[in-house]
């Protein structure tokens, strides 16, 4: 039984993925940023976590150890708020400032740091509270929940028996000072936010490939929509344009790789170069392998001294093959005695070059 046409069989086509990047539709995973941010929190915090401590004991001391000095009045306690205050900000800026360009790294890699000019537009129909509720209630809207209701469930399992272990240790039962105490919350807290930070990338990863697949499959076209963009994309003066210019591209380079195997190359003697060669077994006439004019012209006669390929001044043939010839054709008839001319003397210039295994090429 053939496909209905209304059956989105196909993959989404570069213009429609552009339109959609445009709308602010890529990829997107939470997980994925979460992971960053927490990445970037981290590796601050091991390279700021010894002064950040430091600190942090030095105000707490000074605190605890001078609280019977403190002036029961509102202007000492601001002061001390506020001094507090600060010393807390010194320690957190730093991861704060990470987390925020971890979290920024994250969006910018998943958008391909593209910014989604549609997207900024209002969008009135987000604003309709009974399109909100149905979104709320959707079946897409479950995946978030099962992957929260998953990371809490990973945190709590990791976190728990972790803290049970804390707990039971000898060291909450003996006399030592805080700070060896404080030492071994420290790297408990750390051992912790290791484990929950690799079962996290997992699920990261399984989101943001979730997301993909997702972004696929409602990206997904009808053979027609294919066809009808096709044929709208054939009309487009730009699309034209922009064909035009590759394929001017392609022949260019393949014009340019073919100069090494000319014979001669003809100049007039800066703005125009024709490179040419015959083979007398495969070829019934000498061919037009590059010509050009100004930059390409210049660009020829390079290769060819790159390549030690003769290089020949004749203006007049030169001209007329640049005028009347075409790149991979044979020289026109009328031009092939002035041509033979040229190939003799390069034969002659040349005849180690020229001769294999004792017959001329």
């Not at 001078?66 to 957190?92: I, S």
């Not at 509720?133 to 809207?141: C, D, E, G, H």
């Not at 994309?233 to 790789?257: D, H, I, T």
């Amino acid at each position: 039984m053939s496909e209905l046409g209304g059956d989105k069989t196909e993959q989404a086509t570069p213009k429609r993925l552009e339109e959609a990047i445009k709308r602010g539709q890529f990829p997107r995973s939470v997980e994925v940023q979460t992971v960053f941010v927490m990445a970037a929190g981290l590796t601050a915090l091991s390279f700021t976590g010894a002064e950040t401590w430091r600190r942090m004991v030095l105000t707490m001391s000074g605190v605890f150890g001078h609280l019977h000095e403190w002036p029961v009045t509102l202007d000492g306690m601001q002061g001390y708020f506020v001094g507090g205050m600060l010393t807390f900000g010194q320690c957190v800026w730093p991861v704060a400032v990470a987390g925020l360009v971890g979290g920024l790294l994250a969006g910018g890699m998943q958008s391909r740091f593209r910014t989604a000019s549609e997207a900024l537009e209002a969008q009135w129909e987000r604003v309709n509270p009974v399109a909100g509720l149905k979104r709320m209630f959707s079946v897409r809207s479950l995946m978030p929940a099962a992957v929260n209701g998953l990371k809490l469930a990973v945190v709590v399992g990791l976190s728990y028996g972790e803290v049970m272990r804390v707990l039971d240790d000898p060291i909450f039962f003996t006399a030592v000072n805080a700070a060896r105490i404080a030492e071994f919350l420290t790297s408990a807290a750390g051992r912790i936010l290791w484990r929950v930070g690799g079962v996290l990338v997992l699920i990261a990863i399984a989101d943001y490939a979730w997301q993909v697949f997702r972004m696929r499959k409602d990206m997904m076209m009808t053979k027609e929509e294919v066809k009808e963009e096709g044929k709208a994309s054939e009309g487009n003066p730009e699309v034209k344009a922009q064909q035009k210019r590759k394929r001017m591209q392609l022949a260019k380079r393949k014009m340019f790789r073919d100069v090494p195997k000319a014979d001669v190359v003809l100049v007039n003697p800066t703005h125009i170069a024709i490179a040419l060669r015959y083979d007398r077994k495969t070829m019934k006439a000498p061919v037009i392998v590059a010509k050009g004019s100004r930059l390409n012209a210049q660009r020829i006669r390079e290769i060819a001294g790159q390549h030690q390929i003769p290089i020949l001044e004749n203006k007049p043939l030169a001209r007329m093959l640049f005028k009347y010839g075409r790149v991979g054709g044979e020289i026109p008839a009328e031009f092939f005695a002035a041509v033979a001319e040229v190939l003799a003397w390069v034969y002659r210039v040349n005849r180690y070059r020229y001769y294999v295994e004792g017959s001329l090429r």
